[in-house]
């Protein structure tokens, strides 16, 4: 219906809402008999349609009616439940409800109004099927549109006019007071109901296409809506059901495509047709198309953005377990070379169409004579070319040899046939007739598909099974999952007998066939990933190492182009230190490679950068080596600091990019580059400080959240992602080396690990799971460290830790604040903070001390057996004298200063050692320091309020602990009385205690000394000093907090 023809019938029925007579067709005098007013109950009844509308109106304004209003009112009714869904039996509907509207105004349109809206309501989903939930949607989506018809010519566009609201549906009856307009909340209802099936989308869709003049700001729609903010409030709703819909339609298609992605997966894995995951496949794919359809209309309506629906995954040939039909495929790209040249690939493609021998060989039902079979087979067994099989292809058809008995003879035939040249021949002939040997075909492939599955796990070799299975795939033949499963079989089985040499033949006829064909091309490269992961399996042995790389070039062939390319020659002395490095580590002693090392042309860049590489990547090595590598470095490093540096710095470069990456193709690197780094940190190359920064790096990366929320999952670092507790666990099982440094900090790591373990997806898999006991268990031995049970307790104990190493610092600030005596704290808590300082770098000392220690003890074993190993070369080898008597010249000299450094490097640490005091001394010294002072504190109380005797010379003791006498400038309360007295007579006195130890007691007594005596003076400045350098301190300490 128009606009023009909208807005003139809601003038007209808007008058009739007030009382007017405005029914244009209306007689003087109309007709009450009751055979006239039946049959117009008669018609209404029967529906609304354009075909009965100009009987129906004839009626209505010739017939009474009045006697029979409450029966036209529920035939009306029952007529629009009827209405087809067509736009001019829809334009009919509302022609003939506006002409009773005009006639009967208020006691025709209230009844009706009430009880059509009570179709509007909505049962619960599970109460319902599947079949009446569709039916009811299909109905909705015609009600909708009647009723917003309705409501646009002034009919339906009010709940004001209706005197019972008790009648109203209830989903009408809670929002009579927000005032909406009725069309929106029947809107609202309608469109939630069912939506995770998709349905109420269709009701969406129909309303925009329908009604695009409700969506417009300004047209000619503005004069006849009643309610002005019915535009906006429908933009609002639709708006945000399409961005719904859309973000729907993006999961349910991330979802259909993993699950036909595990549908594959279990195929392949099986071997066999199963039915898993199509299930909810079936049941999700419906779902899907609704919302996508949904979604793209809506948003191309409202000018969004379309959702992003990535569907190159579909299920066909690859999903669905059957074989499929030939196809003639072209269009490759160049790189994409599938067939050798043109011919082979008409050969496998291009194949003759026999549809109408086929049809006339249906019609010809008669049996085929004998000596007509016997002469095809025999031509069969002699046929040698790509036509003469084709013609016996029509032969077969044509001569109507096709029946049980033929079909079983043909398969009998093919397993029979010894001739293994021909099975692609025979191969083309299934293909051929593919369309019409259903049957046949599943039974040959089932016996193929036997026979190959028992030569997996055997030690027997079929080559003509192999190469018939081959040949088929290559006509496509076979399902996918078939093929797939036996590729994937031989890879994980190759130490079987046998499977390598099987999966060889395979390779040979399908390798590149497999890599390049669109329809097989990402399986087959998930099983070359495969195939190189296995090869680096250390059980294998090294002929079937050889034998696998065989297999990769088969795949892979290298091209002309790169064979004939000039490729980089390495000279002997870097062929040398590659086979030195890669596949000899650990067959010579540390101190030989180190020495064959240190005779490499430092100054050649070629060859440096030669063994930069070899020293940086310690994946291509055996993991069992990588120790060895570690130590090596260690000892270059005495000569060769700044390559050592580099090579470290490029480890922790290359540390910090595989996280950035986070490609698991890359997952083994990973894990042999920080087992390096911890080695290198065993042999005291690495910092603590460095070492746990980066096991913090590996642990918080990805990770910005706080409390709660610190590891919190994201697409860097996903909760079922347990890659990281390899890496972590990989270090701490290699951790050997202990410092002191490490050992105060690594507690805390191992709380912040075993939290983060607990923010994974639970449980863990069992090799996680072992990786992580394994680890821990060790520090539970070693440290004491006590496992938490679950997420909560752990994060009790990680919040408890944290506050207890921040509590020693806290305390310190109250006690400097708060300082009891008051008089001289600067001179106290100076002397405390330098101890601190002192004792942390004594720390640092005697690890540097430590490692340097070991070093220099590995530096002369190591030297000792190169003195061996020279001594015995000098031996042997008489034409290498002079060359032995130089490198032992230069060893000696090496040794003088070598032995000058142990003597001071012993030196530094036995002094180093008698300052060092145990636990427990330390704990006696702090009890008796608190001792002290509180026997002072009581001893300044008890003479606060004597006199002060002066000039007394104060003596100054050595040590608190063993001395008699201890001078301690303290400013006491009444020395700042006394101060006050004599501020005008100069010069000023300050107030010192005087402590006189005699045995186990303890006097003080307090003494005034002149400002101006030189030892006065310097105590004076040096506590200002000391003050003002405190509050520095205490400035920057709780800017940092506070920032």
């Given at each position: 219906?128009?606009?023009?023809?909208?807005?003139?019938?809601?003038?007209?029925?808007?008058?009739?809402?007030?009382?007017?007579?405005?029914?244009?067709?209306?007689?003087?005098?109309?007709?009450?008999?009751?055979?006239?007013?039946?049959?117009?109950?008669?018609?209404?009844?029967?529906?609304?349609?354009?075909?009965?509308?100009?009987?129906?109106?004839?009626?209505?304004?010739?017939?009474?009616?009045?006697?029979?209003?409450?029966?036209?009112?529920?035939?009306?009714?029952?007529?629009?439940?009827?209405?087809?869904?067509?736009?001019?039996?829809?334009?009919?509907?509302?022609?003939?409800?506006?002409?009773?509207?005009?006639?009967?105004?208020?006691?025709?349109?209230?009844?009706?109004?009430?009880?059509?809206?009570?179709?509007?309501?909505?049962?619960?989903?599970?109460?319902?099927?599947?079949?009446?939930?569709?039916?009811?949607?299909?109905?909705?989506?015609?009600?909708?549109?009647?009723?917003?018809?309705?409501?646009?010519?002034?009919?339906?566009?009010?709940?004001?006019?209706?005197?019972?609201?008790?009648?109203?549906?209830?989903?009408?009856?809670?929002?009579?007071?927000?005032?909406?307009?009725?069309?929106?909340?029947?809107?609202?209802?309608?469109?939630?109901?069912?939506?995770?099936?998709?349905?109420?989308?269709?009701?969406?869709?129909?309303?925009?296409?329908?009604?695009?003049?409700?969506?417009?700001?300004?047209?000619?729609?503005?004069?006849?809506?009643?309610?002005?903010?019915?535009?906006?409030?429908?933009?609002?709703?639709?708006?945000?059901?399409?961005?719904?819909?859309?973000?729907?339609?993006?999961?349910?298609?991330?979802?259909?495509?993993?699950?036909?992605?595990?549908?594959?997966?279990?195929?392949?894995?099986?071997?066999?047709?199963?039915?898993?995951?199509?299930?909810?496949?079936?049941?999700?794919?419906?779902q899907y198309e609704k919302f996508k359809s949904a979604a793209l209309v809506l948003t191309e309506f409202f000018k969004l953005d379309p959702p992003e629906l990535n569907e190159d995954v579909e299920p066909q040939e690859d999903e669905v377990p059957k074989p499929s039909v030939i196809t003639n495929a072209t269009g490759l790209s160049p790189g994409q070379k599938v067939w050798e040249n043109d011919e082979v690939r008409k050969f496998y493609e291009v194949l003759p169409n026999i549809d109408q021998l086929h049809d006339q060989s249906l019609k010809n039902n008669i049996d085929p004579a004998g000596d007509k079979v016997n002469n095809f087979f025999k031509e069969l067994e002699e046929a040698d070319t790509k036509e003469a099989i084709d013609h016996l292809s029509v032969v077969y058809w044509s001569e109507n040899l096709d029946n049980k008995a033929t079909r079983k003879r043909l398969m009998r035939f093919f397993i029979e046939n010894k001739d293994w040249s021909k099975l692609r021949l025979y191969s083309r002939f299934f293909a051929t007739n593919s369309k019409y040997f259903h049957e046949l075909i599943e039974e040959f492939v089932n016996y193929v598909d036997s026979g190959f599955r028992s030569q997996l796990h055997s030690s027997k070799i079929n080559v003509k099974n192999i190469i018939f299975f081959s040949e088929m795939v290559k006509f496509m033949q076979l399902p996918v999952y078939l093929i797939f499963h036996k590729i994937r079989t031989l890879i994980i089985n190759l130490h079987v007998p046998n499977n390598i040499e099987i999966l060889t033949v395979v390779f040979e006829h399908l390798g590149i066939f497999l890599i390049n064909k669109p329809e097989y091309k990402a399986h087959m490269e998930k099983m070359m990933a495969l195939l190189k992961e296995k090869k680096r399996d250390r059980q294998l042995s090294i002929n079937l190492k050889g034998a696998m790389d065989n297999l990769i070039t088969l795949v892979y062939p290298p091209s002309i182009k790169s064979l004939n390319a000039s490729t980089k020659e390495l000279s002997p002395e870097q062929q040398f230190y590659h086979i030195l490095i890669k596949r000899e580590l650990q067959s010579f002693e540390i101190g030989r490679v180190v020495k064959l090392l240190r005779r490499a042309h430092w100054k050649d860049k070629t060859v440096t950068d030669t063994l930069f590489d070899l020293f940086v990547r310690p994946e291509e090595l055996s993991y069992q080596n990588i120790s060895i590598l570690a130590k090596v470095l260690s000892e270059l490093y005495k000569y060769q600091r700044n390559f050592v540096i580099d090579c470290i710095d490029e480890l922790l470069e290359k540390i910090e990019r595989g996280l950035e990456l986070n490609d698991f193709t890359h997952s083994m690197h990973r894990v042999a580059e920080v087992r390096y780094l911890t080695e290198l940190y065993n042999f005291a190359l690495v910092k603590p400080n460095v070492l746990l920064d980066t096991m913090y790096l590996i642990l918080k990366y990805g990770h910005n959240g706080k409390g709660s929320y610190l590891f919190s999952p994201n697409d860097i670092d996903e909760a079922d992602n347990y890659f990281k507790i390899q890496l972590l666990s990989t270090m701490l099982l290699n951790l050997r080396r202990n410092t002191s440094l490490l050992s105060k900090k690594l507690p805390l790591y191992l709380r912040f690990y075993e939290y983060y373990t607990f923010t994974k997806e639970q449980p863990l898999p069992q090799e996680a799971l072992f990786n992580l006991q394994t680890s821990l268990q060790k520090y539970v031995d070693q440290d004491g460290f006590e496992r938490s049970s679950n997420l909560q307790e752990s994060a009790v104990r990680l919040t408890s830790m944290v506050k207890s190493l921040s509590g020693p610092d806290d305390a310190k600030k109250e006690t400097s604040s708060a300082d009891l005596t008051k008089t001289n704290s600067g001179a106290d808590s100076s002397d405390d903070e330098s101890d601190h300082e002192q004792d942390d770098e004594d720390e640092e000392e005697l690890s540097g001390v430590d490692d340097t220690v070991e070093d220099m003890d590995e530096e002369a074993e190591g030297e000792e057996d190169e003195s061996d190993e020279d001594d015995e070369e000098s031996e042997d080898d008489e034409d290498g004298d002079d060359e032995d008597a130089e490198s032992e010249d230069e060893d000696d000299s090496y040794k003088d200063v070598v032995a000058d450094r142990d003597i001071e490097q012993k030196r530094m640490y036995d002094e180093y050692q008698a300052k060092l005091k145990d636990d427990n001394e330390r704990k006696m010294e702090d009890e008796l320091e608190q001792q002290l002072q509180k026997m002072m504190q009581d001893s300044m109380e008890s003479r606060k309020n004597e006199k002060i005797a002066t000039a007394k010379i104060p003596l100054v003791g050595a040590n608190k602990s063993n001395s008699n006498a201890v001078a301690e400038p303290v400013r006491t309360e009444s020395s700042e009385q006394e101060k006050s007295q004599v501020e005008s007579q100069p010069p000023k006195r300050v107030a010192f205690t005087f402590l006189n130890k005699s045995g186990k007691k303890t006097q003080s007594r307090t003494l005034r000394l002149p400002s101006n005596v030189d030892f006065v003076s310097g105590v004076l400045e040096e506590e200002e000093r000391l003050k003002s350098e405190r509050e520095k301190i205490k400035n920057i300490v709780l800017q940092r907090a506070y920032d």
């Open positions: 219906m128009d606009d023009d023809r909208r807005l003139e019938l809601s003038e007209l029925n808007t008058r009739a809402w007030n009382g007017e007579e405005v029914f244009p067709l209306k007689q003087a005098k109309l007709d009450s008999s009751i055979k006239r007013n039946t049959g117009f109950i008669k018609k209404l009844k029967l529906g609304i349609t354009k075909d009965s509308k100009a009987s129906l109106l004839k009626d209505l304004s010739e017939v009474s009616l009045e006697k029979y209003l409450s029966e036209i009112i529920n035939t009306a009714d029952e007529g629009l439940q009827n209405v087809p869904n067509r736009n001019d039996d829809v334009a009919a509907v509302v022609e003939v409800i506006s002409g009773l509207h005009q006639r009967f105004n208020t006691r025709f349109t209230c009844e009706l109004m009430t009880l059509f809206l009570n179709h509007f309501t909505c049962p619960q989903e599970d109460s319902i099927s599947e079949k009446e939930a569709f039916t009811r949607v299909n109905k909705l989506r015609t009600n909708i549109r009647i009723f917003t018809e309705l409501y646009l010519v002034g009919i339906f566009n009010s709940l004001d006019h209706i005197t019972s609201k008790d009648a109203l549906p209830a989903f009408l009856r809670k929002r009579l007071a927000s005032k909406e307009s009725v069309l929106v909340i029947i809107l609202k209802e309608v469109l939630s109901f069912n939506f995770s099936n998709g349905l109420s989308s269709s009701i969406a869709t129909l309303f925009v296409k329908k009604f695009p003049q409700l969506f417009e700001e300004s047209n000619l729609a503005d004069k006849y809506i009643h309610d002005k903010d019915l535009k906006h409030s429908l933009q609002v709703i639709f708006k945000k059901f399409t961005e719904v819909v859309s973000t729907k339609a993006v999961h349910l298609n991330k979802r259909t495509k993993k699950l036909i992605k595990e549908h594959q997966k279990c195929q392949i894995r099986t071997g066999k047709e199963t039915d898993d995951f199509l299930e909810e496949y079936n049941v999700t794919l419906p």
